[in-house]
């Protein structure tokens, strides 16, 4: 009897027992519930709605957006954990996020809730937002810039590294008031500024302000100089560095530029940029900006604001404008002259120095030959044995486009190259009589040969005449012995119409269609029609033909100790351009067909039969410039692509060439004829590249 009282009693018990713990936890998961919604109202930084306790929720989210506003504009992570009730007291661990300038502030605070009745509230304090936040703090972040790395070239020379500058502006302090206005518009006149609109900036500054006006290069023989600075009343030269390329025009729109980060890249950046910090825009400096840039260092400080208020009142609006920087504040001192505590830190980490292969000698020597030319214009260079780009420069008439790797121009006579071994896989030799005619109509389309061609030449002349001179009717007269599929096949022979996988940066290597009507393909004969090249592009066929293989371009090595990253570029480049290569918003960005595979590489054999016929453009036909040129043997092909509208047609003027292990392709955007335009820009590149 007494087991069986024994039993009973352990049953109920039980049963109790049982009762208690559903009960708790139909408690806890309603207190989990309140602490869910607190943590997702913290993550949108708005408690105005949430079920606090320990102060209204108005007053809650005034001090709330006063603590965190140094922090920037960013918002945490806040995720709830589980309800646990300990000695009458029930609290949630809050699991925090915060991403700051990059850098992962990862912390967990502890929430403790009340109930009143079946109603569950968080209590509201500052340590709900930060560990041992205390009433009257506030949070302050403050970030240090890392080192950007270099940009480097072959040999791991410095392209872009910084570079001594000086910050030309008006330092009020320096001035009466009374004479600012006249200070301004004397400086803004020196270095070419509109003096009314700096006299505007600096009026509208501080009265302790250095407003600047313009950034100079400290290199010797630059103007305006010191003299003529600080004849003016308040101007100031201010010593720095900047990221910068040795002159202010070397391979700019390869490289790109590094400047203080727009409003916009801000924005896209998802906090990893902040005001005043540096980035790169344009050129590899933008596509590889994050390995660049490195990541800033990040400092969390709590900072006693005695005007902040308490931990459930709400502050002045001038006190939390006194006790909270800016977001775009980047204080390089305290952020507050108030008592601070850390309560977190990370070290700037620097960038990865970026490797290309562009030789600064020829990238210069090319910058040179293209500085007079007027419109749109490039210089690619290429090492034929192992695709290096030794320079690629845009001149100033293509506007910062990068028209040497990106522009999509027809290229004239130059494809000659690509017909010829076309003809010479279907059996014919570069002695192949063809017929030579002034003009040839072809379904009511008349071709002729370039203006000036030699009247000596006409006739019936063999290929290698006819490839010396440029006679377009001759290669227009093979046309059915070639098809426009096989043109395309043949293109990618040499190099063309394919993926440039090891560039590491947007390239655009041509274009040639598989089909084409009877004149379009006849077009195509002559490098017209849909046919398209860039300058790289047309320097890929000429390494590919002097290394007697597929050239594969490459620019960019390795980005720190990581070899060449996977390819970033394609024939659908970054930037569109139109008809004649320039910028376009409208255009396809892409040619006629997606990237290529190489269908059947050139062999050594044909490449020297190409060779031989490139040579006879220097020693019989029109380069004949060429043979001055000091050093290895110089072959060559020129061309001419009429386009537009206009009567008589505008003209992109083309060269290539290869001497020993160098391909040069020459552009010249409406520039006449490839010869008299481009020839010399070659020759000048390649007799200073021999020296």
């Known amino acids: 009897m007494g087991n069986l009282r024994t039993l009973s009693l352990a049953l109920s018990v039980a049963v109790v027992g049982v009762a208690l ?63 646990n009730t300990s000695n009458g007291a029930t609290t949630v661990p809050f699991d925090f996020r915060w991403q700051l300038s990059g850098r992962d502030w990862h912390y967990t605070t502890t929430a403790r809730l009340a109930q009143n009745g079946d109603k569950w509230t968080v209590e509201w304090s500052p340590e709900l937002l930060a560990p041992g936040l205390q009433p009257g703090e ?93 004849a003016i009343s308040g101007a100031v030269l201010l010593p720095d560095t900047l990221p910068l390329a040795p002159t202010r025009t070397f391979a700019r729109a390869v490289l790109g530029t590094v400047g203080q980060a727009t409003a916009e890249q801000i924005q896209k950046s998802k906090g990893e940029l902040e005001a005043g910090d540096e980035t790169g825009t344009g050129g590899l400096e933008e596509q590889y900006d994050d390995e660049l840039r490195g990541q800033a260092g990040v400092t969390v400080y709590a900072v006693a604001s005695p005007d902040a208020g308490g931990a459930s009142g709400s502050p002045s609006a001038s006190s939390t404008a006194s006790a909270n920087p800016t977001p775009s504040a980047k204080p390089s001192a305290s952020p507050s002259a108030a008592p601070k505590r850390q309560l977190f830190t990370a070290a700037p980490a620097a960038g990865n120095p970026l490797r290309t292969t562009l030789d600064p000698r020829l990238q210069q020597i090319a910058d040179d030959a293209l500085a007079k030319i007027g419109p749109a214009s490039a210089i690619v260079a290429i090492r034929p044995s192992d695709g290096s780009v030794l320079a ?29 071994l076309a003809l010479f896989r279907t059996g014919a030799t570069p002695d192949l009589p063809v017929e030579c005619t002034p003009s040839l109509t072809v379904d009511g389309k008349t071709f002729q040969n370039a203006t000036g ?25 093979q ?29 655009f290597l041509g274009s ?43 620019l960019v090595l390795s980005v720190g100790e990581k070899d060449q990253p996977s390819a970033t570029g394609s024939p659908a480049a970054s930037a569109s351009t139109s008809a004649s290569g320039s910028p376009s918003a409208s255009a396809p960005a892409s040619a006629s067909q997606p990237a290529l595979a190489v269908a059947k590489p050139v062999t050594a054999a044909e490449a020297g039969t190409l060779r031989d016929l490139m040579r006879g453009v220097v020693t019989s036909g029109h380069a004949g410039f060429l043979m001055s040129v000091p050093g290895a043997p110089v072959g060559a092909k020129t061309g001419t692509a009429e386009f537009g509208s206009d009567n008589p047609p505008k003209t992109h003027a083309w060269i290539i060439g290869v ?30 590249a021999a020296q």
């Open 138 to 230: 506030v949070l302050v972040a403050q970030t240090k810039a890392p080192a950007r790395a270099d940009i480097l070239g072959a040999g791991d020379a410095k392209l872009i590294t910084e570079r001594p500058v000086l910050r030309v502006g008006i330092d009020k302090t320096r001035v009466v008031a009374k004479d600012q206005d006249a200070s301004a518009r004397a400086l803004a006149t020196l270095v070419g500024l509109d003096p009314a609109d700096y006299a505007k900036q600096v009026a509208s500054a501080g009265s302790q302000a250095f407003v600047e006006a313009i950034v100079l290069r400290d290199v010797p023989g630059r103007t305006p100089t010191d003299e003529q600075v600080t």
């Open 392 to 420: 690629a420069a845009s001149g100033p008439g293509s506007n910062g486009y990068n028209t040497a790797m990106l522009g999509q121009y027809a290229p004239g006579s130059i494809f000659k190259t690509i017909d010829s």
């Open 479 to 507: 046309r059915d012995k070639v098809t426009q599929e096989q043109l395309q096949s043949t293109a990618t022979s040499l190099g063309i119409g394919l993926n440039p996988g090891l560039l590491g940066a947007p390239g």
């Open 21 to 83: 713990t559903s009960c708790d936890n139909g408690s806890q998961a309603a207190a989990k519930a309140a602490a869910d919604q607190v943590s997702k109202a913290i993550s949108a930084l708005d408690v105005s709605q949430a079920p606090l306790s320990g102060t209204d929720p108005s007053a809650a989210q005034t001090r709330l957006k006063a603590i965190v506003e140094g922090l920037g504009d960013v918002k945490p992570t806040v995720s709830a954990g589980q309800a």
């Open 659 to 688: 001497q020993g292990d160098l391909a040069v392709a020459v552009f010249v955007d409406e520039g006449g004829l490839g010869a008299t335009i481009s020839g010399p820009i070659l020759t000048d590149f390649l007799t200073k």
């Open 453 to 477: 061609y030699p009247t000596a030449h006409l006739g019936t002349i063999p290929l290698r005449d006819a490839y010396a001179h440029s006679c377009n009717t001759a290669f227009i007269s």
């Open 512 to 554: 040639v269609p598989a089909d084409a009507t009877s004149t379009e393909h006849a077009a195509s004969m002559i490098g017209q029609g849909k046919i398209l090249f860039s300058p790289l592009a047309a320097a890929v066929m000429a390494a590919s033909v002097e290394k007697g293989g597929v050239v594969s371009p490459r």
